[in-house]
């Protein structure tokens, strides 16, 4: 009776430690994966390994076993069989980037072109944060949510994240000549979140906790060409760079962030 009491106890444990393993110390045929996936084009793509689903590379790696998986069709079925149900509470860096404008854009504007402002958004961001070996968590209309954890985006997880924000402003004409295809919006928090497959019937890999909602709310703080770091982020990076105080929709205490452009240069570590 001791030994059957303690079996689902050691059933659930050992999913996360599997999870724990994979998030922080990484699985090297996934980072093998990462890394050769984000050259082939081709949208959507398994969140966790960067297959492409569609495209002439999706329709050949999808005989090799990546395909969309039937448990979480967000990702294909070699990572699925990875990853167990459940997750881990790791500590990852989250990036959120909101258009800024875009409900007047929406309003005034040709549907198809406003359309085709957001396909290229979307296009650049993925490009953009891959390249950093960000998770890609959601596109959802105006806004990118991504995050990087130390077993998918390498020991400098955080520092990553920064970069990719810089980058990312780059990418659609922020910088010295300031002539932005678009105005962006960036800001970047870390913390201890929940990483993991979550849902019932339609599950999705995601990362969810207060050091998500904190970044979703700052990024509500950020002008276009503006990237907000949380304070405690990398401020190994921060140098000189201004300081500002914002007050957060839903809580009591304000918090320390440091604004940062495109133009930025990081202190060297």
């Known amino acids: 009776m001791i030994v059957s009491n303690f079996e689902p106890v050691a059933a659930a444990v050992a999913p996360k430690r599997r999870w724990d393993k994979v998030l922080t110390e990484g699985h090297a045929p996934l980072v093998r994966a ?4 984000r050259y082939l084009p081709s949208a959507p793509r398994c969140k966790v390994c960067n297959n492409p689903f569609g495209g002439p590379a999706g329709r050949v790696l999808a005989a090799a ?3 969309p998986s039937r448990k979480n069709p967000n990702l294909c079925s070699r990572c699925c069989d990875v990853l167990p149900p459940g997750g881990a509470e790791v500590d990852i860096a989250v990036l959120f980037a909101d258009i800024r404008g ?10 198809a072109d406003f359309a085709g402002l957001l396909n290229r958004f979307y296009t650049t961001a993925t490009r953009t944060l ?12 105006d806004e990118v949510m991504a995050f990087f954890v130390r077993g998918i985006s390498g020991p400098q997880y955080r520092r990553r994240a920064v970069l990719a924000g810089m980058e990312l ?8 000549d300031e002539k932005p295809w678009l105005q962006l919006g960036v800001a970047v ?23 998500v909602n904190v970044s979703a709310r700052m990024q509500q703080h950020a002008a ?11 401020d190994e990076m921060m140098g000189a760079a201004p300081r ?18 495109a133009c930025s240069r990081p202190a060297s570590v």
């Open 224 to 234: 276009g060409g503006d990237l907000l770091v949380a304070s405690g982020v990398a």
């Open 244 to 261: 500002r105080r914002l007050d957060l929709r839903g809580y009591d205490r304000p918090i320390e962030a440091y604004a940062l452009n």
């Open 65 to 67: 076993g990546f395909s």
């Open 34 to 37: 990462r890394r050769v996936f």
């Open 189 to 211: 928090n870390a913390g201890v979140a929940y990483v993991g497959n979550v849902g019932g019937a339609v599950v999705d890999f995601t990362a969810l906790g207060d050091p």
């Open 130 to 141: 891959l390249r950093h070996d960000a998770v890609l968590d959601k596109l959802i209309g």
């Open 169 to 176: 402003l780059r990418a659609v004409g922020y910088g010295e």
């Open 102 to 111: 875009s409900t007047a854009l929406g309003r005034h504007g040709a549907a």
